[in-house]
């Protein structure tokens, strides 16, 4: 619900009671309106309970190092000390709510078809399906037709927060409506169309398209495992996603935990990939933190902590996988794996072998050379790169290997053999021939460090 929320609202107001202090909670709304790109302004509640005024710098404390820094300190957080109880600054949160939509340019058209979100949606006995609408843009006027996800309908009724039949709703107004075939899920996008045959289409092609998802989410792909962070850079299956860095989300036992396991984790070389801490809190893993793993494609690492079995069965059928460790040798090490797991492979060259050039010989429309081997091995379809005085003039693939007029696939050292290259005819007598293989190599995390320096130095970037 948080995720979706976040996903939904174009400001995150969250409040924090000045006696409480950060809760489990906060901690995660925080983490979903970040992950949404959503500008937080935070609400310290509770200002006129006694020795709450004491409490405040401290709740500023916990906020600040969960993210948050406040404007106060230097950050971009807006932090409001307020009393709901009293209306005390109220007014000066709702000052502060406009200013910030006003530097968002947070603006909506009134005069056109209506667009927004489906907030939540289900089947009333005697209305039939119901959802809850979002207005984001547009107006949502009675006898509308609308298509949400696999739904769509006509407008029949509207109803305001309070019940009561309206005719329309503008944006961010949210709205009750009747008139849908069928229940839409919570978080679909809906639009006005212009006709019931457009709207009957589109929620088709929606039908067919999330069909088609769920057989991909059965046939395992598309999970988001440690394995396909590894292998989406070979597999070329990134949908989106930065192959450059990795979400985390890290469930601890104790606080102090946390920055033990952080704090290894951050030694970790990340020149190349980097580390995202999108939550990282204490606790067992639960239903919101796969929630916040699908919305950040994210990844749930667990130290000392426990994943039940109904939260098991929610990732599974979300497709997010969830670590539980119990030393942080094998987590370094498995988060270790992901990360090499997201560099490019680099090609790396085997020498296997070398020849001398004795003779040139025409062949058609092209020439051989006649050679000695002299260390290793040639074989068909290798590597070669030809040596003429200490320089290289070419580098390519074997294309043509005889021995004794008749084709080979190899010539060991010892024999004399014909080599052909298509893309090379410009041999001379005492060209050196060097074979090799050519194989994919992955990288440590030290070797791409190390490469990425190198090429900083050489093109004389400061690092």
């Not at 962070?229 to 989106?240: I, Q, R």
């Not at 560099?343 to 004795?358: C, F, H, T, W, Y």
């Not at 050196?432 to 791409?448: M, W």
Request: net charge negative.
């Amino acid at each position: 619900m948080r995720a979706r929320g976040a996903r939904v609202t174009d400001i995150a107001i969250i409040v924090v009671a000045a006696d409480d202090g950060i809760r489990p909670q906060t901690t995660e709304a925080i983490a979903h309106a970040k992950s949404a790109g959503v500008p937080i302004i935070i609400a310290i509640n509770k200002i006129d309970k006694e020795g709450a005024s004491d409490r405040v710098m401290q709740v500023m404390q916990e906020l600040s190092s969960n993210g948050c820094q406040p404007e106060d300190w230097g950050g971009d957080v807006p932090m409001v000390q307020i009393s709901a109880l009293t209306g005390k600054n109220v007014d000066d949160l709702l000052e502060t709510t406009m200013l910030v939509a006003e530097l968002q340019e947070l603006k909506a058209n009134p005069d056109r078809n209506a667009k927004g979100t489906v907030i939540e949606a289900g089947l009333d006995k005697s209305k039939g399906p119901v959802a809850t609408f979002i207005v984001q843009n547009g107006t949502l006027k009675k006898g509308d037709v609308v298509v949400c996800g696999e739904a769509f309908g006509k407008v029949r009724a509207l109803f305001d927060d309070a019940g009561k039949r309206v005719d329309d709703a503008g944006p961010s107004i949210p709205v009750q409506v009747i008139g849908l075939n069928n229940v839409p899920f919570a978080g679909d996008e809906f639009e006005v169309v212009e006709s019931l045959d457009i709207a009957r289409e589109r929620a088709e092609e929606r039908a067919i398209s999330l069909r088609d998802e769920r057989i991909l989410a059965k046939a395992g792909d598309g999970r988001i495992t440690l394995s396909s962070f590894a292998s989406a850079v070979t597999m070329g299956k990134n949908s989106g996603l930065d192959l450059h860095q990795l979400n985390i989300i890290m469930k601890v036992d104790l606080q102090g935990s946390i920055e033990a396991v952080k704090g290894a984790l951050q030694k970790l070389p990340q020149d190349n990939v980097t580390l995202k801490f999108i939550l990282q809190a204490t606790g067992d893993v639960s239903n919101s933190d796969v929630d916040l793993a699908v919305a950040s494609k994210a990844i749930i690492f667990g130290f000392n902590v426990k994943a039940s079995g109904s939260v098991k069965s929610y990732s599974d059928k979300k497709g997010v996988e969830i670590r539980i460790y119990k030393v942080i040798y094998d987590l370094l090490d498995d988060v270790r794996t992901a990360m090499e797991g997201l560099l490019d492979p680099v090609e790396d060259q085997v020498p296997i072998g070398s020849a001398d050039v004795r003779a040139v010989f025409p062949s058609g429309s092209g020439r051989i050379a006649g050679c000695m081997v002299t260390e290793g091995k040639v074989t068909k379809d290798c590597g070669v790169r030809v040596l003429r005085k200490g320089k290289t003039v070419f580098v390519g693939v074997l294309d043509s290997l005889r021995r004794i007029k008749e084709d080979v696939k190899e010539v060991n050292a010892g024999l004399e053999c014909g080599i052909g290259v298509d893309e090379f005819n410009e041999w001379e007598e005492g060209d050196v021939i060097e074979t090799f293989n050519s194989i994919q190599k992955r990288r440590t995390l030290e070797e791409a460090s190390s490469t990425m320096t190198a090429a900083f130095k050489e093109a004389k970037i400061a690092i």
